[in-house]
Structures are given as structure tokens and as C-alpha cells.
């Protein structure tokens, strides 16, 4: 009988579907090739690969990552939205038509929602644009029992207690909000917290 060697019997020990995480305890959610573990929640056609990044374009659609739901997690991935564009990052969502029921951590540096990349949307509001568009950069998000951080290039930009607690499981998703938008998103990783 052969050995196994140690990749194969990680490979055995992970659960269906999901990537092996990194000694950090990362997790690549996108093989830069295509939509694997990713559905969307209408408007399919309007996610693609483009370049080695999921590209968001059309009329208003979510694309949810269906392989774990967070309850205590990090998200983060590099992001590039067009001039006028407006997406976002969704942590904790309800996979339903619309718009999901869950948080959002807005990305938008120039549409005329006032309410800029890096805010909590409709709890804690970032107004100045942080970061260019059509350039790339990284958002991060931390949500841990009622506690969220989101950072931008580094920066922590919302540090919130949320009291309501509105939102306690659910999955992680991308916003393409219109047909004016273009959004690019790459290296997207989760990290379980225990």
C-alpha cells in the first residue's frame, strides 16, 4: 500500500468544497478562472471573469459565495470600480432576491450616494472618497460577535459596536448595483474566527 503523503490526507480531512486555509488560517474564496462556489441571486449574466478578477457589470445583482456562512469571520479582497460606480461587500446576508438582508460594507468612490467606500451602510457613514477610481486597492472587513472593523488600504475607517444585532449568520456576497457600475474584485479571502 502507498503512503499518503500530507497534501493527500489534508485533502481527505476538509470538508466538500472548500479550500485548504493558509497557516493564517485563510481561505481563497476565487480561483481567478471562474465562478466556482459563487451563485448569483438574479442576473447571472451580469458576473464574469475578466483578467483573473470576478467583474460585475449590468443591472442590479448580488453574487453570493455559497461554500460557508460567516458568523464570526474577515473578508477582504482588492477592489476597482469605475468612475460613478457603486458596489459592495455583504457579510452576514440572507441569500434572497433583491437586496439581501445583511451588512454592508459600501464600496463607492464617486456615485452620487453620498455615502462613501469604507461605511457600514445605514449605520456608520464614511463621506470622503479614501481611495481613486479606477485604481486598486483592499477593503477589509472584521466581524466578531456585535463587533464590526472595516479598513481600507490599512486603515481602519469603522470601528462599531452594533447594539441591534441585527444580522448574526449568513453569507458573504458582491453587489453590482447598476447599469452604470463596473466593478473588479480579486484576491478575496475568508478567515473563520473562532
Known sequence: MKKLTTIALLAICLPVGLAA?????????????????????????????????????????????MKEECVDCEFKAEVKLNKGGNSGMYFRAEFVPGWPNGYEAQV?????????????????????QLVADDTWWTQHIIVKGSHITISVNGKVVVNHEEEKKLHTKGYLALQQHDPGSVVHYRNLQYKKLK
Open 21 to 65: 486555509a493558509d497557516k493564517d488560517g485563510w481561505v481563497s474564496m476565487f480561483n481567478g478562472k471562474n465562478l466556482d462556489g459563487w451563485k448569483a441571486n438574479e442576473r447571472p449574466e451580469n458576473w464574469t471573469v475578466s483578467d483573473g478578477a470576478i467583474k460585475g457589470t449590468g443591472e442590479r445583482s448580488h453574487l453570493f459565495w
Open 108 to 128: 463607492n468612490n464617486s456615485h452620487k450616494d453620498p455615502i462613501r467606500t469604507g461605511s457600514l451602510y445605514n449605520i456608520v457613514k464614511v463621506l470622503d
